[in-house]
Structures are given as structure tokens and as C-alpha cells.
């Protein structure tokens, strides 16, 4: 298993409060970092149950957190499911809750997953292969121009999108996309590399993002962690880009008072010394309320 460092742990770990024998649900396993700390954290009795939407993911990372036995309780799906993953196993009246919106670097650094525009691949993108049947390829080659410059606008934030789009067009007419290296090489045509950001960075996220519905899933899995969560219990979210921190931003402050006390009047950005070590925390920013 690649190496995987979760990001902001130690403001994590500080924002749930949790203490001996609580039980905590990790809606975004990933590589089992975050989890790992809290179960050591919920000793000896504590349980955390583990979500993961990609099962390969799920698999390795049930290997790494099999010593801790029973206490540690794996669940394949998405997190937009949390309620109907809550009910079929009898979770209710967590103490914590842990949403870490960022990709795994285990999915990431896995070429056959379409995710990276370092490594060609298939042109997926789906984090649940078993379930979604809509992948990046699909959007790339049946979205109109319009519908690809409104998906990079909203979702990735490009400033050319329109070259973008109509670059697209034209190639496919051709040859349809298949692999990501096909599509890094589209975009770089029009949009040149400047400092440290890949040119294909933004759309990469922009489909992403379509493939998976994540917007969606996190509108409809916030207001189902808040009523799993037990009076005096936290939920922690961390975000990755505007578009995600904007929602749970909005949506933590249209909650009444007399339901929630909001723990981050200003929102936790990693360290310097935490970005150094790891430049995938950059953009994270950690949100985090208790639920009255």
C-alpha cells in the first residue's frame, strides 16, 4: 500500500474531543489514517465504523486496521448513503463523525483508475466501479460545448474553458477519448503550464467531481451525520476546494443555534510545517460542529 499521511490529524483529533470507549464514524476511509488515530484514541472499547466507496481501497485498508479486531467495522458505500448504511448496521448516537472530502492518494496513485493526469490510464474516474456506470470518458465525448464550459466553470474554476471545450470537440470528432493521457495532451494545447499547477488540474477536478456527484452526495450526507450524531457529539469536515467548502460553510451556518454550536468561527488550514511535509494538504481547510 502506498504511503498514506491524513491530513490535519492532530486538529482532528483535538476537534471530535474524543475520549475512552466512544464510538466514531469515518464517512471517507481512504488509507485508514485518520481511523487509525481515533480508534487508538476510543480505547479500549471504542468502535469506528469505516466507509468506503472504493472496495479495492477498502480491502487494503481493512488489512492495516485488522489489530484492532471487532472495534474496527468496514462498510462499503458511499457516503451519500450514510443513513441507510447507519440503519443496516445499528449505528446511531456516534460521538464523532469525520468526513475528509480529498481524494485517497491510494486511488490517486493508481494509474488504472483514470484519476491522474501524471500517469496515463482509462479515462474513469469513478470511485465505485461496482455501482456508477458513468465515467469522465462518457462526459468528455457526449457533453455539448456548452454543457463541457459550464462543468469546468462551476466545478473547476478554469479560465479558459471555453478553448478548452472547443478543443475537445474538435479532436473527438476524430477520435474519441479513452485515456487521460489523450485529454492531458488536448488541454495542453490551449493552456500552458505556469508555476506549479498542472494545466489539466482544474478540469481533472471538474470531472471528477460530475462522475461521482460530489456535490450532491455532501448536500445529502451532512444533514444525515448531524442526526446520527449523539448530544454533545462533533462532526469534522475536511474540504479540498471552494466549491465543497462553500457548502458545508453554508450549510453549518443555516443551522439554528439552539441545534448546534459552530467550533470553528474561523476555519483550520493546515500548518506550514504540515505543507512542507505534505503538499497535498495545501488547500485543506477543516470545519467542525457540536451537536446540542
Same mark, same amino acid.
Request: hydrophobic residues 40%; aromatic residues 6%; neutral net charge.
Given at each position: 500500500?502506498?504511503?498514506?499521511?491524513?491530513?490535519?490529524?492532530?486538529?482532528?483529533?483535538?476537534?471530535?474531543?474524543?475520549?475512552?470507549?466512544?464510538?466514531?464514524?469515518?464517512? !471517507?476511509?481512504?488509507?485508514?489514517?485518520?481511523?487509525?488515530?481515533?480508534?487508538?484514541?476510543?480505547?479500549?472499547?471504542?468502535?469506528?465504523?469505516?466507509?468506503?466507496?472504493?472496495?479495492?481501497?477498502?480491502?487494503?485498508?481493512?488489512?492495516?486496521?485488522?489489530?484492532? #479486531?471487532?472495534?474496527?467495522?468496514?462498510?462499503?458505500?458511499?457516503?451519500?448513503?450514510?443513513?441507510?448504511?447507519?440503519?443496516?448496521?445499528?449505528?446511531?448516537?456516534?460521538?464523532?463523525?469525520?468526513?475528509?472530502?480529498?481524494?485517497?492518494?491510494?486511488?490517486? @496513485?493508481?494509474? !488504472?483508475?483514470?484519476?491522474?493526469?501524471?500517469?496515463?490510464?482509462?479515462?474513469?474516474?469513478?470511485?465505485?466501479?461496482?455501482?456508477?456506470? $458513468?465515467?469522465?470518458?462518457?462526459?468528455?465525448?457526449?457533453?455539448?460545448?456548452?454543457?463541457?464550459?459550464?462543468?469546468?466553470?462551476?466545478?473547476?474554476?478554469?479560465?479558459?474553458?471555453?478553448?478548452?471545450?472547443?478543443?475537445?470537440?474538435?479532436?473527438?470528432?476524430?477520435?474519441?477519448?479513452?485515456?487521460?493521457?489523450?485529454?492531458?495532451?488536448?488541454?495542453?494545447?490551449?493552456?500552458?503550464?505556469?508555476?506549479?499547477?498542472?494545466?489539466?488540474?482544474?478540469?481533472?477536478?471538474?470531472?471528477?467531481? =460530475?462522475?461521482?456527484?460530489?456535490?450532491? =452526495?455532501? !448536500? $445529502? =450526507?451532512?444533514?444525515?451525520?448531524?442526526?446520527?450524531?449523539?448530544? #454533545? @457529539?462533533?462532526?469534522?469536515?475536511?474540504?479540498?476546494?471552494?466549491?465543497?467548502?462553500?457548502?458545508?460553510?453554508?450549510?453549518?451556518?443555516?443551522? +439554528?443555534?439552539?441545534?448546534?454550536?459552530?467550533? $470553528?468561527?474561523?476555519?483550520?488550514? +493546515? !500548518?506550514?510545517?504540515?505543507?512542507?511535509?505534505? +503538499?497535498?494538504?495545501?488547500?485543506?481547510?477543516?470545519?467542525?460542529?457540536?451537536?446540542?
Amino acid at each position: 500500500m502506498p504511503d498514506h499521511v491524513p491530513v490535519l490529524l492532530s486538529e482532528v483529533l483535538v476537534g471530535l474531543h474524543l475520549t475512552a470507549n466512544d464510538n466514531v464514524i469515518d464517512a !471517507t476511509l481512504g488509507g485508514g489514517g485518520h481511523a487509525k488515530a481515533m480508534l487508538e484514541v476510543c480505547a479500549p472499547n471504542g468502535k469506528l465504523y469505516g466507509i468506503e466507496a472504493d472496495e479495492r481501497t477498502l480491502q487494503e485498508t481493512k488489512g492495516t486496521l485488522n489489530s484492532f #479486531g471487532q472495534r474496527f467495522i468496514p462498510l462499503h458505500g458511499n457516503f451519500r448513503n450514510l443513513e441507510e448504511l447507519a440503519k443496516a448496521n445499528n449505528i446511531s448516537n456516534v460521538q464523532g463523525i469525520l468526513f475528509d472530502l480529498g481524494v485517497s492518494s491510494m486511488t490517486i @496513485g493508481d494509474p !488504472t483508475r483514470g484519476f491522474s493526469f501524471q500517469a496515463d490510464g482509462p479515462l474513469d474516474m469513478r470511485f465505485d466501479q461496482s455501482a456508477q456506470t $458513468t465515467t469522465a470518458a462518457d462526459i468528455v465525448n457526449e457533453y455539448s460545448a456548452l454543457q463541457l464550459v459550464q462543468l469546468f466553470r462551476e466545478y473547476g474554476e478554469e479560465p479558459v474553458a471555453e478553448r478548452i471545450a472547443q478543443r475537445i470537440i474538435d479532436e473527438r470528432r476524430s477520435q474519441p477519448f479513452s485515456t487521460t493521457l489523450q485529454l492531458v495532451t488536448a488541454i495542453e494545447t490551449v493552456k500552458h503550464r505556469r508555476g506549479r499547477i498542472h494545466p489539466a488540474t482544474n478540469v481533472f477536478q471538474a470531472l471528477r467531481i =460530475a462522475v461521482n456527484d460530489e456535490y450532491g =452526495a455532501i !448536500t $445529502t =450526507a451532512l444533514p444525515a451525520a448531524l442526526r446520527l450524531l449523539a448530544n #454533545g @457529539g462533533r462532526l469534522a469536515v475536511i474540504t479540498f476546494h471552494s466549491g465543497e467548502d462553500r457548502i458545508v460553510k453554508r450549510w453549518m451556518k443555516s443551522l +439554528p443555534d439552539a441545534d448546534v454550536t459552530i467550533n $470553528t468561527k474561523h476555519v483550520i488550514a +493546515p !500548518t506550514r510545517q504540515e505543507q512542507l511535509a505534505n +503538499p497535498r494538504s495545501r488547500s485543506a481547510k477543516l470545519r467542525i460542529l457540536t451537536k446540542i
